[in-house]
């Protein structure tokens, strides 16, 4: 008897969250880039109320949601009862993982 593609990805899935589990209380330190820029010393001590700096990055595009540094998802600004939110459009599997 043999098993499809779809089950068992999904049973390697569901053991490698069986794994997680003991580490489900464990905070994780999470951010979320919106943009990058390079500024020398003398902009940087420039910088005050009301600066602008622009970024690498276009406006409405996607931004890196990183844990403790690794990019594991990209997502979007939402806004949810008049507060900043994320929406995820991505999730990225890091390199490595094995969950591939």
Do not use: K, N
Not at 2 to 9: F, L, V, Y
Not at 55 to 75: C, E, P
Not at 82 to 88: E, G, N, T
């Amino acid at each position: 008897m043999s098993s499809s593609p779809t089950s068992s990805s999904s049973s390697d899935a569901d053991l490698g969250l069986e794994a997680l589990a003991p580490m489900a209380d464990v905070v994780c330190g999470v951010d979320f880039i919106i943009g990058t820029s390079q500024m020398t010393v003398s902009e940087c001590l420039q910088l005050g109320r009301h600066s602008v700096v622009r970024l690498s990055q276009t406006a409405g595009s996607d931004f890196d949601v990183r844990v403790h540094g690794v990019s594991i998802a990209h997502g979007e600004v939402a806004v949810v009862d008049d507060m900043a939110a994320v929406r995820i459009s991505r999730l990225t599997v890091p390199s490595g993982v094995g969950w591939e």
